[in-house]
């Protein structure tokens, strides 16, 4: 293969890439020891020293993944009665770019990516930058698979409902649209989305799952990824995928206000189709959710930066907030958002969890098969075949 | 190509489609409107917005209850200063450093992608890094229901080539069994200057294409395609920068003036709720191909005048817009709330003539490349237009540079009409004068400009006589296939006419079957003109009415070009 086509992973397809990496190795860790991960005691266990108002509030800046944003903005309000002296802001960031913006000096206090990937990566470069560890605290906040989530009128009126990245691959490639598909020309194509692979981790988590699906197997290896069946299957699905966004939250957002006009499917955190399955109602009809095989879990870290601007008050005051997030009032609220509680202790299939109350759309407790750690080697020409089939 | 290579190629591309669309007023009267009414505390710290005028109400409405709260940033309370502008041209004012506004809320993010663009290439940064949609609405085909129900509708769905159809028809809506309501005519704003404009012609060429998705240059340039959207195209009564306006004069003017329009969802809903009601029901068609969201994203502007306190401020105002209260508001106002929290519900619903349940799907954006040649493609297949421009050089025209000034921005507008217009070119002053009748601009262009950049100012007023001469010369015109209309400039009271004003009044008053009528656009230029006059002879034929200074006559010239 020549030099002009060869795929090549850009620095932030790089970076994705320690990320994955670093991440698998954690979620691995994190299940083999299934034990909530904190550097700091557990909430009560010991005193933590109160921030003292002092006329003005302590303000910190919460850098967060927007899938948390809906629990995050019930924490922020409900931590403020509680803690009238502390102040938080909550900055929207995606997972690289909360990464990338700490580097770069952007004064956040807290740092609640949508999956500890790229932790590794980062400590080292924060190293190399401050001499010192990033990290004053870290807690795992909770847990979320992918799942596809569908207008379940859309979902039900096809001929075969998909199961898997390749059935959509098949549904998206029909030329005459929902017309062929479903007998329903004004549907106009099938509209499937998924998040940027580049700009978000569930869009990389998204094209590691197809290729995972295209092969059939738990465990990627370089000649399935540079497979030229492969890469052309993936061209298809690409071109026909309608929508790519820097946001898995925004973009289901974007699927609910706009209705089946927008998406008929897209690919997303499991929190994220929970978080939206009531307000969905009544608007366009019913979701359904669906869970492709193979799966994968991402979790969600949150951080209190040890960096020169976060002052002893403002570590403190990011501590309160993250002890108020980890307390099983937060954790509980968090179930009630689509997560799975990092706090184990919280029980997922008691009464009012929407896993019991929505099951009736297709959510469920048990996973299908998880995948095996790719290599970094396989990510980055997954990564590269992928820029290089979109021209993204 | 190399991918890093196709990325350059298609962001100039796309600098060269913000260059040819945006460069000029768009979407709003030209002259911008008052910020919401309110004084400012006197240790206030003040920020801007500006925004699409259409969600003007709303926005206005909830800025009022922002600034009574006076939210607190360091310390001062925050009051925000909207500014309603079109979507083009508020992006253009904060590119060129022109309105130094805090955050901007244009109708759709095809703008923020493109000034972003823009912006990439001459800065090397964005202007607005990120954006939150504010609210929400569909562009639909707004249709009398009278008229919609005798195309089957609601029964049967109704798409574009049902309306080219119905406009290719040579006995219009008698073919509909509807021999009262004469030709079909339709109307939509400039694709060049207007969001829905541009959205409009895009859909015409999907439908003539036969898709809904992976548009390209060679399906614009198919012979059939071209034959779809001048058929629709030759139907339309005049273009124009503003969808709002479109709205006003298809609700007031009734089916005798427009059949149908492409305007936002809102539109529609606002005048089946207004008082008094339009004279039949409207009602929105969203094509069965597919159409376009109007989502209004709305993010503070990326430049060094947005300092710390004035972010913070702006992001409490965001903050304050996406909430309950105000997104029920909007929701009142006929939008889409872009909240998910607050459930669609009346009036957006088939008692103010919207589908809660549509849009059914939409179409592709296409690339900058293909929306440059779907603008070509227009430019060919418009409706052509015969313009009279009818200009004041009485004597008093001398003063304060105001005959150089008209003289540049005549000359602009002259430069901005199609070669495939016809100009008839009249001066006045104690008599009325034609310089040229009739003619082709694709051959006469360049002389018309001249005759304009020469122009002297002397004598007395005869405006009256002036205009009805130009009326009965248009009248005169055999063509039935094109646009007529009068641009007149005027810059002080008649003295001189033969002509009364309730004469001419009379003489160019299209009555109830107003949809071909000759339009005349006049110009109150400076503060001396007869403003209440000139309104009244524009009212009367359905067109607008405009008031310039030295200033701004250029952009008020550039604004009339767009009707055609």
Known sequence: MSDDTAPKATLLGKLVILLVLAGCGYLAWHFLIAKPTSTEPAPGAAAPTRVQPSGTATRIAVGYGTEKERWLKWAVEEFAKTEPAIQVELVAKGSLEGAQALLAGEQLHLWAPASSLYTATFAADWQVKHAATPFARSETLALTPMVCVWWAERFAALKKPPQTFRDIATLIAEPTGWAGLAGKPEWGFLKFGHAHPNQSNSGLMSLVLMAHDYHQARQLGMAQVMDAGFQTWLTAFEKGVAGLSHSTGAQMKEMVLKGPSAYDGLCVYESVAIDFLRNAQGRWGDLRVTYPAPNAWNDNPAYVIAAPWNSPAQREAASRFLDFLMAPTAQRKALDHGFRPGDPAVPIKEAGSPFIELAKYGLRVDLPQVIEQPSGEVIANLLAGWQRAVGR | ?564
Not at chain 2, 313 to 329: D, N, S, V, W
């Open chain 2, 1 to 564: 190509m190399l991918p890093g290579m196709k990325a350059i190629f298609v962001l100039i591309i796309v600098a060269i489609v913000i260059a040819m669309f945006w460069s000029g007023p768009s979407e709003a009267p030209v002259a911008p409107s008052e910020p919401a009414v309110q004084a400012a505390p006197a240790d206030a710290l003040t920020i801007r917005i500006v925004y699409g005028s259409e969600k003007q109400a709303w926005l206005e409405a909830v800025t009022t209850d922002f600034n009574a709260r006076r939210v607190q940033v360091a310390g001062k309370p925050v009051h925000v200063e909207a500014v309603a502008k079109g979507s083009g041209e508020l992006i253009d004012d904060v590119l060129a450093g022109r309105d130094q506004a805090d955050l901007v809320s244009p109708a759709s993010a095809a703008f923020i992608t493109l000034a972003n663009a823009q912006s990439r290439a001459a800065t090397g940064g964005d202007l607005v890094a990120k954006t939150e949609n504010v609210v929400l609405s569909p562009v639909v085909i707004a249709m009398w229901k009278p008229m919609a129900e005798a195309l089957g509708w609601p029964r049967e769905r109704i798409g574009w080539g049902d309306i080219l159809a119905l406009a290719q028809h040579p006995q219009g809506w008698a073919s509909k069994g509807q021999p009262q309501w004469g030709r079909f005519r339709f109307g939509h704003t400039h694709p060049e200057f207007s969001n829905s404009g541009l959205q409009t012609l895009l859909a015409e060429v999907y439908a003539g294409a036969g898709k809904q998705g992976g548009l390209t240059t060679a399906d614009v340039s198919a012979p059939a395609v071209a034959t779809f959207v001048q058929g629709i195209e030759r139907a339309v009564v005049h273009y124009g920068s503003s969808t709002g306006f479109f709205a006003k004069r298809m609700f007031a003017g009734g089916p005798g003036y427009l059949s149908a329009a492409v305007l936002y969802e809102n539109l529609v809903i606002e005048a089946n709720a207004a008082t008094p009601k339009p004279s039949f029901p409207v009602v929105a068609i969203y094509p069965k191909e597919g159409t376009f969201w109007s989502d209004h994203p709305t993010g503070i502007v990326e430049r060094p005048w947005v300092t710390g306190e004035r972010r913070q401020a702006a992001q409490a105002y965001l903050k304050f817009l996406l909430e309950r209260p105000q997104q029920e508001a909007a929701l009142r106002f006929g939008f889409r709330p872009a909240a998910v929290e607050v459930a669609v519900a009346a009036p957006i619903d088939a008692a103010h003539g919207a589908d809660p349940q549509e849009p059914s799907t939409t179409l592709e954006t296409p690339s900058a490349e293909v929306i440059a040649a779907a603008i070509t493609l227009w430019r060919s297949a418009k409706k052509p237009a015969h313009v009279a421009l009818v200009l004041d050089t009485s004597g008093s025209m001398e003063e304060d540079g105001k005959i150089a000034a008209a003289r540049d921005g005549a000359v602009e507008f002259l430069g901005l009409l199609n070669p495939g217009d016809r100009l008839s070119l009249m001066t006045f002053s104690s008599t009325p004068q034609w310089l040229g009748q009739n003619l082709p601009l694709a051959s006469a262009k360049a002389q018309s400009m001249a005759q304009v950049g020469g122009l002297i100012a002397s004598g007395k007023t005869a405006l009256n006589d002036a205009v009805l001469q130009a009326f009965t010369a248009l009248q005169a015109d055999p063509d039935q296939g094109a646009i007529k209309a009068i641009v007149v400039l005027s810059d002080g009271a008649d003295t001189t006419s033969t002509t009364t004003l309730e004469t001419l009044l009379t003489r160019i008053d299209p009555g109830p079957e107003s949809g071909g009528a000759i339009r005349i656009f006049t110009i109150a230029y400076g503060k001396d003109a007869a403003s209440d006059v000139l309104k009244r002879i524009a009212e009367t034929t359905q067109a607008k009415a405009y008031k310039g200074g030295t200033g701004d006559i250029r952009l008020v010239f550039r604004d009339i070009a767009t009707f055609f």
